[in-house]
C-alpha cells in the first residue's frame, strides 16, 4: 500500500508562486509515473501535468510556461512549482502516482485558492 501527502497549499495574491510537495510513503518498487491534477470549485477534476519515470514532462495548455513538475526519487517526493499564479488556478490540487502501469494511488488533495 502507498500513501500520498500533499502539502504547500495556501492563500497567494494574483501573480504570487507556490510549490506543492507530495511526499509517498509504503512499498513503491517499480517505474512510477507521476501527475498533478486539480479540482476547481464546482467543476470537475482536471489533469494539469505529468512526469514521467525518465522525468519527461507534459503539461495542460492551461499552466503551460507557469507551472513545472519535478520529482526527486530518492525523498520519493513530487513537486508542483506555480509561477504565476491565477485566480482561474484556485483548486484542490491532487497528485497521482502509477506504479509499474498497474497500481495507482491519490493523495488526498491540498487547497489553493489565489485572490485577485
Known amino acids: 500500500q502507498v500513501q500520498l501527502v500533499e502539502s504547500g497549499g495556501g492563500l497567494v495574491q494574483t501573480g504570487e508562486s507556490l510549490r506543492l510537495s507530495c511526499v509517498g510513503s509504503?512499498?513503491?518498487?517499480?517505474?512510477?509515473?507521476m501527475r498533478w491534477y486539480r479540482q476547481p470549485p464546482g467543476k470537475p477534476r482536471e489533469w494539469v501535468g505529468t512526469i514521467s519515470g525518465g522525468g519527461i514532462t507534459n503539461y495542460a495548455n492551461a499552466v503551460k510556461g507557469r507551472f513545472s513538475i519535478s520529482r526527486d526519487n530518492s525523498q520519493n517526493t513530487l513537486y508542483l512549482e506555480m509561477n504565476s499564479l491565477r485566480p482561474e488556478d484556485t483548486a484542490v490540487y491532487l497528485c497521482n502516482w502509477n506504479i509499474a502501469g498497474v497500481w495507482e494511488f491519490w493523495g488526498q488533495g491540498t487547497q489553493v485558492t489565489v485572490s485577485s
Open positions: 509504503g512499498s513503491m518498487d517499480g517505474i512510477k509515473t
